[in-house]
């Protein structure tokens, strides 16, 4: 574990180009280029936050704003929309990069860090995006606002630990890649990010409680959306999950790493 | 990263190998699905069957050294040179390397169109484990090495081929490692580039580098290196000279393509190049050095024979046997028959054998050449064409001993240059 961060730190330069060359290419000959990276985010909250709002203007207890609903909706997107393009790229990752690693020689902590950063840009611009609308919208929440980097770091060791368990697992078992999207479809409506979790009848509110990102997207609506710092042995519980969902992901990762260039 | 010994540009007094190759072996494990090789990392699943790739390779490369990695398709080169890389985890055994090891197999991973060529060379040398200082101190030598001017700064999918090549080729070595891999047939862009590669190569391997080089070309092999391994399905069958290795490797193909030599008459399954009506054919054709020896790797300049046999079906009144050699891309370099050498055989009977032995000196550029075959009855075999063998037998050139030359033919010239003060009168002449 602690030989593969070394491992990683060597090739930074290879992980900090990686990441640039993603978003270069990205926005590469587009006349507005980096711009489009916040127009796309701030498109889709203010589909949430106009229409949304307007169309189902219903109240939610706990948030005195008549865009209460499009402020819940976005709190919550922030979270899964980071959970979620983590873990779809994770599964992805080995047999994308499969050239790359049959042809050379380099830490594969790297792939997953990569992934991380990139993901994180994205996420962060979200969440630029988000603040101006929220301020814009009469709607702050300052003193709980710090909560949203452990957040993050939560969120990412769920989506790397899990992500990089099936993307290992996917080199070998390819059905797990046709699967996983539509696992995940289930996942995102098993949690409440576009309903508020009380209108979930009593019978199912226990069973969605076995849902980790019940807890997760719970957090993030705490801390954006009610203004109240999120409870904290969801929290504990959720990074115990997460950092063993990562040491299995590793150990699994020495256990398939002999016979995984072999199967790409 | 590397304990080991860098002796950089100390002679090669160090016994100690660079490479040490111990019992290596890899196989592909098959299981009843994949999820019993899943639950194999984990218990002891037996798989349902297990198939070596390699087994019990051993050999050690002692610094400087240039050994030619020989076999043909599926004998495991592609398997053997990946482990040294470290793509690939041998599945017992081991691989021991003092130093780096780069491989000059597959150029260009990683390059991203969108990209200019310096953006490319540092995601490149990173990606080979190198910080962003430690690429901004070569950077310049990359550029320069490259050649491709203004376009260094320019996106790559403007590039062409060529200079993507050039590019490449300059990122992954711009560092000397201590153990190289070279794919031979791998073509970076032009002959220009491809001499400085080499040369850059060589330069290297001077400085204590050893190579590994990977061919199908036999030519190649005796060239470049000092040593060869031969490798036959999966096993190491002899390491030694490259020229012995060369002949055991030459016997061991001709095995398979002996048909291709030895020409029966009435085969059913002719290939297409092959026509003619068959009056007078070929039996036999090779290629054999002053002292009888059958070749197909001949030096320039070397005394060769074309042995040529032919059988006669019919009684002919006349044979006239032309052949004509052709380079590898199927230009003509040479061709005559025996009517314009005035040696027409007449009055043939069925059941006669003839041999001809065409001797020349092979003042041929490096590379490889076909022999065309024909048998007619006068000057050309537009009439009474009895048989004509397109690629009868395909030799190589190579330069063992000549200066470096260009081109298809060896017309060495003596040179001679006389120096003298241009007198005021006169202008310089010098360009």
């Known amino acids: 574990m602690l030989e593969s ?117 994205n996420n962060l611009a979200l969440f630029v995006v988000i603040l101006v609308v929220f301020a814009v919208l009469g709607h702050f929440t300052p003193s709980t606002l710090p909560w949203v980097i452990v957040l993050t770091g939560i969120t990412v060791l769920l989506a790397l630990g899990l992500g990089l368990m099936l993307g290992i697992l996917n080199v070998f078992i390819r059905d797990i890649g046709q699967l996983m999207p539509i696992v995940l479809q289930f996942l995102f409506w098993f949690t409440p990010v576009v309903y508020p979790a009380e209108i979930v009848p009593a019978s199912l509110q226990k069973l969605i409680a076995f849902n980790p990102l019940f807890h997760l997207v719970g957090a993030y609506h705490d801390v954006l959306a009610y203004g109240q710092a999120p409870s904290l042995t969801a929290l504990a519980a959720l990074t115990v999950l997460g950092a063993g969902l990562v040491l299995i992901s590793a150990l699994l990762f020495r256990k398939a790493s002999p016979e995984m260039v072999d199967a790409l | 990263m590397s304990q080991a010994t ?94 780096r090891v780069a491989a000059i197999l597959e150029l260009g991973m990683g390059f991203n169109g969108e990209l200019t060529g310096r953006q490319n060379v540092l995601h490149s040398a990173g990606l080979m484990g190198f910080t962003h200082a430690q690429v901004d101190g070569a950077m310049a030598d990359i550029e320069a090495f490259a050649e491709i001017g203004d376009y260094f700064d320019k996106p790559m999918r403007v590039y062409s081929s060529g200079m993507q090549m050039r590019v490449a080729f300059s990122v992954a070595t711009a560092f000397r490692p201590e153990i190289l891999i070279v794919d031979e047939a791998l073509s970076v862009g032009d002959a220009y580039f491809q001499h400085k590669s080499f040369d850059r190569i060589r330069e290297f391997q001077r400085q204590g580098t050893s190579l590994l080089i990977v061919s199908h070309d036999k030519a190649a092999i005796q060239s470049l290196c000092d040593r060869a391994i031969l490798l036959e399905q999966g096993r190491v069958l002899e390491d030694g000279l490259p020229q012995d290795i060369m002949d055991y490797y030459n016997a061991l193909i001709a095995k398979k393509e002996n048909d291709r030599v030895e020409i029966t008459p009435l085969d059913s399954g002719q290939i297409q ?26 030096d320039v300049g070397q005394a060769v024979e074309l042995r040529i046999t032919v059988a006669i079906h019919t009684n002919l009144p006349e044979l006239v046997v032309g052949y ?55 000057d050309t075999h537009l009439i009474h064409n009895y048989q004509w063998v397109d690629h ?25 240059c006389e120096r003298h003060v241009a007198t005021s009168s006169e202008p310089n002449e010098s360009v």
């Not at chain 1, 219903?58 to 209460?68: N, V």
């Not at chain 2, 860098?6 to 019992?23: C, G, M, N, S």
């Not at chain 2, 087994?55 to 020989?70: H, K, S, T, W």
């Open chain 2, 392 to 416: 009868a037998l395909v030799f190589q050139m190579v330069n063992m001993e000549k200066d470096f030359f260009l081109g298809s033919s060896w017309v060495m010239p003596a040179i001679e």
């Open chain 2, 324 to 378: 004509k050699l052709k380079d590898r891309v199927g230009q003509d370099v040479f061709g005559t028959n025996t009517w314009h050498t005035h040696q027409i055989e007449k009055q043939l009977t069925a059941g006669e054998v003839l041999t001809y032995r065409m001797r020349f000196n092979a003042n041929l550029g490096p590379g490889s050449y076909s022999v065309s075959l024909s048998l007619h009855s006068s």
């Open chain 2, 6 to 99: 860098q002796t950089t540009q100390t002679p090669p007094a160090t016994p100690k190998p660079l490479l040490e190759v111990r019992e290596l072996g890899k196989s592909y494990r098959r299981y009843r699905n994949e999820l019993m090789r899943v639950a194999s990392w984990f218990s002891p699943v037996k798989p349902l069957d297990e198939t070596w790739i390699l087994r019990d390779i051993n050999f050690d490369v002692a610094q400087g050294e240039a050994v030619g990695i020989v076999g043909q398709n599926g004998a495991g080169k592609s398997t053997l040179l990946k482990m040294i890389t470290g793509t690939l985890r041998p599945t017992e055994g081991y691989i021991r390397t003092h130093g």
């Open chain 1, 5 to 121: 961060l070394k491992g990683a730190w060597r090739y930074r330069q290879f992980i900090a180009t990686s990441i640039r060359h993603e978003l270069v290419t990205r926005f590469a000959r587009s006349r507005i280029g980096g711009a489009w990276m916040i127009i796309h985010p701030l498109s889709m909250v203010l589909i949430y936050a106009l229409i949304l709002s307007a169309v189902l203007s219903a109240k939610l207890p706990g948030i005195e704003s008549q865009y209460a609903y499009a402020i819940y909706l976005t709190a919550g997107m922030l979270g899964w929309s980071l959970f979620s393009e983590i873990l779809n790229r994770c599964l992805g990752v080995f047999i994308e990069n499969a050239n790359l690693m049959k042809k050379l020689v380099f830490p594969k902590i790297a792939l997953p860090v990569i992934i991380t950063g990139s993901c994180l840009i």
């Open chain 2, 273 to 298: 190049t092959r026509s003619g009506s068959g009056e007078a054919t070929v039996k036999q054709i090779s290629l054999h050095a002053a002292n009888g020896n059958a070749l197909d790797v001949v």
